[in-house]
C-alpha cells in the first residue's frame, strides 16, 4: 500500500475552491458554495470559520444568511489561506524555531537541518507570491471585480 504525505491538505485546497466560489463577491449559502466546488458540508463548514476568522470571508445568520468574500484577492495568497487553514509551515520537525537537534555539534548546525530549512523558506516565498487573484482568474480594477 502506498502512503501519500500532503502538503497542501484536502482542507486547505477545499478553502482556496470555497474563495473562488466567492469571488463574484455575491452572499452564497454553504449549500450553494459546496454544490459549485463539489465539497462536502462537513468540511465548509470548518474551514469557512476559519476563513471568516482570517478576515476573508464574512457569514451572515439567519434566513437570508451565506457567506461573502471581503478580502482582496489581490492581495491574499496561497501562503495566507494555507496558514490560516494549517498553521505555521514546518516541512520537517527540524525547521521549527524552537527545535532543538541533535546533531547540532559545538554550536555548530546540522548541516541536513540547515538545507530543509532553506527549502521551507523558498517554498514560503514561492507561496506568498501566488495571489488567489491569479490563480482563479479574477483581477479587482477599481474596486469593481472583473472575471479574466
Keep these: 500500500m502506498i502512503t501519500i504525505r500532503l502538503l497542501i491538505t484536502r482542507q486547505c485546497d477545499y478553502a482556496i475552491r470555497i474563495v ?76 521549527q524555531g524552537e527545535y532543538s537537534c541533535p546533531n547540532n555539534i559545538d554550536g555548530k548546525e546540522c548541516e541536513i537541518h540547515k538545507q530543509l530549512r532553506s527549502v521551507q523558506e523558498q517554498l514560503i516565498q514561492i507561496m506568498k507570491g501566488k495571489i488567489l487573484g491569479e490563480i482563479i482568474g479574477v483581477s479587482e480594477l477599481k474596486d469593481e471585480k472583473v472575471l479574466i
Excluded: H, W
Design 20 to 95: 473562488r466560489a466567492l469571488a463574484n463577491n455575491e452572499k452564497l449559502t454553504v449549500v450553494e458554495i459546496c454544490d459549485k466546488e463539489n465539497i462536502p458540508q462537513p468540511f465548509a463548514y470548518k474551514i469557512l470559520k476559519k476563513l471568516e476568522n482570517g478576515l476573508i470571508v464574512r457569514g451572515y445568520r439567519g434566513v437570508n444568511g451565506g457567506y461573502q468574500l471581503i478580502a482582496s484577492l489581490d492581495t491574499v495568497t496561497i501562503y495566507d489561506i494555507y496558514t490560516l487553514i494549517e498553521g505555521e509551515m514546518y516541512i520537517n520537525e527540524c525547521t
